[in-house]
């Protein structure tokens, strides 16, 4: 009760000055404002002289605007006036002003916010009410290509930390008024802008009321980056698996937004959070769309068959050396026993502690300096290891099962879906080690029931398999050619049932006409 | 829109049971699970018209509803008392066969805790759950089976099929008795019916079902008796036998795991679903509201059951190729004939008055 109270007190709506109307005199406002920004230098005021004779004063946060723009739109335009009074009633301060007409402010809250928004606002003395004129400026990074999600072919945007900047990216990709963007505030502190967006239509109501209510629960101090959305607008706090798939590609929101699924975006944030999501998104690449449909469908398998090879290879092989050699061939059995003679562990130690080493060689190796990242994994893979070989701590199969492995979770394109297996594979490992094959079975039952009973935002997580919508597998395992799938994908998506024109498929103009001539 | 995928499931579930069936009829076993559906056809055909008069009421609630709380309510608790044995004959058979074969040297206890576990979460994440998992589960395993079944026929010879019929028709009708057993467990799908999204489709799919799993059960035997001859009768789990003696290209030397896994996934789901019948029958012969307190205590109870029922793998085999042929069938056709006849005659009376 105590915390909640406290962070009540610290909200903006319930400061003293919150609610006070303005001064019609200068001074007064501006010392008002003075000791509500006191101890923040970059608050900056300047005062200057109307020709009329009264003062007036811009109040803005330095680095967030313009400067120059406001010299030369703003203050030169007012203060060289010919003596003609600014009308504050049409929302026009002065005839001749080259700015969009600003938002008229009564209250001190209002003020601060605004000021605080990056927005410049002007004070009058002898006026009830301020005005607010957004002359954004500062610094900002440019657009570039992410460097989490790059492709070959495709589009080579992502979003930058800009809210507008990565809005308006999306409006150039689909250009219709149904693309719907509800703009929102999350936290109290740091009062964070986030969007909704979605393609009216296309997304389901329902999933839109029940995401309009889970956002508007979150409570925090801060939001600093959509993440810290995700973990409260997700189905299932306790799941391993990620349940929202977050990208850095406009490109990818914009496809998802077409099956009929919603983005959030964050102020502060490149990454835009996607959902209702299904499993198997996470093992599809932007690319599969780009290229070809024959390679994608043939890289589409390798991606889940080494994700599959990613999460049980390291428990096969305990299981297989604990508990069943009869199942691999005698030489290779051979093989291993002499590998494995003299290794001081039981196998599934053995496993842990290279599974556990390379997970550390990992998170030493993202952090480092690209200067000395090399120098990490030469030392950690190929010293250490072979000398742990050469010494008979480890065995040789058991370093490269373990380096299989790491190359295997390497080929998911997600990382929200490579974490998942990494936490997995210990699983598997310990269940491996105590039942052997059966304790895989019964632990991929334990996660079957646990995935089959998913939703993400009511679309069941393992769909299209698990509700028998056999037109969708199309673009599951495999990526049908394009010319295909010309039924919607429904998981998500209300809408028509049908996404393109028929007789799509190229070929002879005989052919598509449907009376062939021979 | 869900459940549509349990029934196909269940199917292939009851494959692999009996090659107890080539005791009885020899080298013609195999012909025998291709009768079994008949036995199905007939239950539909009774229960068909239940389902037409109450599309959203189980036979039990149908039994309820004519002949009164206290005989309908011994009813259920008898189809539920059933479905519990059942699923505790169900757990002991797949404690063995995993002790028997892949961990030797593991308490069978452990073994069947483990899948319990499984059984329980699922059971009370709902029906809903189980019907997803069921159709993760059954492409693979189809997929699993065919493959065993083609790597199979290299190791068999057909000629062990001759001569046929040598003894007539006879053999193969008592043998066809106990697919009819098995099969007749697939009355627990007409349970289910009032949960289908659409009831009505209720028989046809457990017709399906029901071929869909003979075929399955006349394949496998007829693989397994092309290998072994008629010693296959020896041979407790013939199919896993076939899968230990294939050898593809020095390199896949044994592919028996892959039988493994479809065993346990496959028991996995036929557990799971006896369990939901057997809690949700006892629910509604108690008229108990929720099922989800029914369900630990039940598993606690198959447990104890499983190992207290029967001594030894022998004696299970026994059991199962001379008791259960009529008690099973006694209980699955019995309780919804019942219905039926109350059913029908609460119909009559009320038609008469009218």
Not at chain 1, 274 to 294: G, H, M, N
Not at chain 1, 385 to 413: D, K, Y
Not at chain 2, 29 to 38: F, N, Q
Not at chain 2, 91 to 97: I, P, V
């Amino acid at each position: 009760m105590v915390m909640n109270k406290d962070l009540h007190t610290l909200s903006m709506a319930n400061e003293p000055w919150n609610g006070e109307p303005l001064d019609t005199v200068l001074q007064a406002n501006l010392t008002r404002l003075r000791e509500v920004f006191d101890a923040c230098p970059d608050l900056i005021i300047r005062e200057f002289l109307l020709p009329d004779g009264r003062r007036g004063g811009v109040l803005y946060v330095n680095g967030l605007i313009d400067v120059d723009r406001l010299d030369r739109d703003l203050l030169h335009p007012l203060v060289a006036a010919p003596p003609r009074p600014p009308q504050w009633e049409h929302g026009m301060p002065a005839p001749g002003l080259p700015l969009p007409g600003g938002q008229l402010l009564g209250r001190m809250g209002e003020v601060v916010q605004k000021i605080l928004d990056g927005v410049v606002v002007l004070l009058l003395d002898g006026e009830t009410a301020a005005q607010a004129f957004g002359i954004p400026g500062g610094k900002a990074r440019n657009i570039t290509e992410p460097v989490t999600e790059r492709s070959l072919r495709g589009p080579k945007e992502g979003f930058v930390e800009d809210l507008q900047t990565n809005l308006s990216l999306l409006r150039r990709i689909i250009k219709t008024p149904r693309l719907k963007v509800e703009e929102g505030l999350a936290g109290r502190l740091t009062r964070t802008n986030i969007a909704l967006v979605y393609i009216q239509g296309l997304v389901r109501p329902g999933v839109l009321d029940e995401v309009r209510s889970r956002l508007g629960r979150i409570q925090i101090d801060g939001v600093l980056d959509s993440g810290y959305l995700e973990e409260f607008i997700e189905d299932h706090p306790y799941s391993l698996f990620p349940q929202i798939l977050d990208t850095q590609r406009p490109d990818v929101v914009a496809a998802h937004l077409l099956e009929g699924r919603f983005a959030i975006l964050c102020a502060g944030s490149p990454n835009a959070l996607l959902a209702p999501i299904q499993l198997w998104s996470f093992l599809q690449s932007v690319e599969d769309y780009y290229e070809r449909y024959l390679i994608s469908s043939l890289l589409r398998i390798l991606r889940f068959s080494f994700a599959a090879v990613s999460v049980l290879l390291p428990a096969l092989y305990v299981s297989v050396i604990a508990f069943h050699h009869e199942l691999i061939p005698t030489a290779l059995v051979m093989t291993v026993a002499r590998a494995r003679e003299g290794v001081p562990f039981p196998a599934v130690v053995e496993a842990l502690l290279m599974e556990v080493a390379f997970e550390a060689l990992r998170e030493a190796g993202i952090r480092l300096p690209a200067s000395i990242g090399p120098t990490v994994s030469i030392v950690g893979a190929l010293i250490i290891g072979e000398a742990a070989v050469r010494a008979g701590i480890v065995s040789a199969p058991a370093v490269i099962i373990v380096s299989t492995t790491g190359i295997a979770s390497f080929v998911i394109p997600r990382i929200g879906a490579v974490n998942a297996v990494r936490m997995l594979r210990f699983l598997m490992l310990l269940f491996a080690g105590a039942f052997g094959l059966y304790g895989i079975t019964i632990m991929s039952l334990f996660v079957l029931i646990h995935l089959a009973s998913m939703r993400s935002f009511g679309a069941p997580y393992l769909s299209p398999w698990t509700t028998l919508r056999l037109w969708e597998w199309l673009d599951l395992f495999i990526r049908a050619p394009r010319w295909i799938e010309r039924r919607r994908i429904t998981v998500a998506a209300a809408g028509g049932p049908l996404r393109q024109g028929p007789h799509l498929k190229p070929g002879r103009a005989s052919d598509r006409d449907g009376n062939k001539q021979d | 829109m869900f459940l549509l995928g349990i029934p196909l499931v269940n199917g292939t579930v009851v494959l692999f049971v009996p090659s107890l069936m080539a005791t009885v009829g020899g080298r013609d076993g195999w012909m025998a699970p291709l009768l079994a559906p008949l036995s199905i056809v007939m239950l539909v055909a009774l229960l068909g018209p239940l389902i037409r008069r109450w599309p959203d009421q189980s036979f039990i609630q149908v039994a309820q509803s004519t002949l009164g709380r206290w005989v309908g309510g011994l009813l259920g608790a008898v189809f539920s008392v059933w479905a519990f044995h059942t699923n505790a004959i169900i757990l002991r058979q797949f404690g063995d066969f995993i002790k028997g074969t892949v961990l030797i040297r593991t308490p069978i206890l452990i073994v069947q805790l483990l899948i319990l576990l499984a059984v329980i979460w699922v059971a009370r994440a709902g029906l809903e759950v189980l019907a997803r998992c069921a159709a993760v589960l059954v492409p693979i395993d189809a997929l699993f089976l065919m493959t065993i079944v083609v790597l199979g026929i290299r190791e068999s010879r057909f000629q062990n099929l001759l001569p046929v019929l040598e003894h007539g028709i006879t053999p193969v009708l008592r043998a066809a008795l106990i697919p009819s057993a098995w099969v007749s467990e697939l009355v627990c799908l007409a349970f289910l019916w009032p949960r289908l999204n659409q009831p009505r489709q209720g028989p046809a799919v457990l017709v399906s079902a029901s071929i869909w799993t003979s075929l399955n059960l006349a394949v496998g035997s007829l693989i397994g008796i092309a290998t072994f001859g008629p010693t296959v009768a020896k041979v407790t789990f013939s199919l896993f036998a076939v899968a230990r003696v294939v050898s593809i290209a020095e390199f896949l030397e044994r592919i028996e795991p892959l039988l493994m896994i479809v065993w346990v996934s496959d028991n996995f789901i036929k557990i799971s679903v006896f369990h939901y019948v057997a809690t949700e029958s006892l629910r509604q012969s108690l008229g108990l509201r929720e099922r989800k307190p029914l369900v630990i205590p039940g598993a606690a109870l198959m447990l104890v059951l499983a190992a207290a029922s029967l001594d030894s793998t022998v004696e299970m085999a026994d059991w199962l190729m001379h008791v259960w042929p009529l008690y099973s069938p006694l209980v699955t056709f019995g309780i919804p004939i019942i219905a039926l006849c109350a059913g029908l005659w609460r119909m009559a009376s009320r038609g008469s008055r009218a």
